[in-house]
């Protein structure tokens, strides 16, 4: 099982980065280099997830109703708090469209907030590069999840593209499965904040 220690400093090249250089489920040979960061800034846990491709597939645009985000160029995290069996999935594209949803399982997920004030996913795309950035607030965090601090976590960040012209299947912490799911908390690494360090 892996392991990533959030940083303690604020979000920037200096922040070690989670490689997400799994790539399992589709024999297309397409693997692009993928990686996440993960900054805590006093009740704020920053994100950026940046992958080297270009031209990627962007369809679903911010605002768009129940986005099938991950059939375009995507990057996910996906997050559990204090061991509950729920977690969250947060699909972004390349677009800053993003899907970000609460329950136990594949079925029956509900739609949820856990950004921070005045804070939703965004996006960039560059020459050669694309990656998207959101801040999370572990209070609201807290509350999703029914506890009354955020003291640990475990996740899994994924880069995809079900429907892209090389469909590809990439993860952070391996999915010791034979069919394609991300929706598997069981294999979910550790994410360790600062103060557990």
């Not at 489920?25 to 080297?52: K, Q």
């Not at 801040?135 to 994924?158: D, P």
């Not at 952070?172 to 360790?192: K, M, Q, V």
């Given at each position: 099982?892996?392991?990533?220690?959030?940083?303690?400093?604020?979000?920037c090249d200096a922040v070690p980065e989670a490689l997400i250089d799994t790539y399992l489920?589709?024999?297309?040979?397409?693997?692009?280099?993928?990686?996440?960061?993960?900054?805590?800034?006093?009740?704020?846990?920053?994100?950026?997830?940046?992958?080297?491709?270009?031209?990627?597939?962007?369809?679903?645009?911010?605002?768009?109703?129940?986005?099938?985000?991950?059939?375009?160029?995507?990057?996910?995290?996906?997050?559990?708090?204090?061991?509950?069996?729920?977690?969250?999935?947060?699909?972004?594209?390349?677009?800053?469209?993003?899907?970000?949803?609460?329950?136990?399982?594949?079925?029956?997920?509900?739609?949820?907030?856990?950004?921070?004030?005045?804070?939703?996913?965004?996006?960039?795309?560059?020459?050669?590069?694309?990656?998207?950035?959101?801040?999370?607030?572990?209070?609201?965090?807290?509350?999703?999840?029914?506890?009354?601090?955020?003291?640990?976590?475990?996740?899994?960040?994924?880069?995809?593209?079900?429907?892209?012209?090389?469909?590809?299947?990439?993860?952070?912490?391996?999915?010791?499965?034979?069919?394609?799911?991300?929706?598997?908390?069981?294999?979910?690494g550790s994410i360790l904040l600062p103060a557990q360090a």
């Amino acid at each position: 099982m892996k392991t990533y220690t959030v940083s303690h400093i604020p979000m920037c090249d200096a922040v070690p980065e989670a490689l997400i250089d799994t790539y399992l489920w589709e024999n297309t040979g397409y693997t692009p280099r993928a990686s996440a960061r993960l900054s805590l800034v006093g009740d704020t846990l920053f994100l950026r997830m940046r992958v080297e491709e270009s031209d990627p597939l962007i369809r679903y645009q911010p605002g768009d109703p129940n986005p099938r985000v991950w059939c375009d160029s995507c990057m996910e995290f996906f997050f559990s708090a204090n061991d509950k069996p729920a977690y969250v999935n947060l699909e972004m594209n390349a677009g800053g469209c993003y899907l970000c949803n609460v329950g136990e399982g594949r079925r029956g997920r509900v739609v949820c907030d856990v950004f921070a004030e005045n804070g939703q996913p965004s996006a960039t795309v560059s020459d050669g590069f694309w990656q998207v950035e959101a801040a999370l607030s572990l209070r609201k965090i807290a509350v999703l999840f029914g506890v009354e601090a955020v003291t640990s976590l475990r996740g899994n960040f994924y880069k995809c593209g079900d429907e892209t012209a090389l469909p590809h299947y990439g993860m952070w912490s391996e999915i010791a499965l034979t069919e394609a799911d991300y929706h598997r908390p069981e294999f979910f690494g550790s994410i360790l904040l600062p103060a557990q360090a």
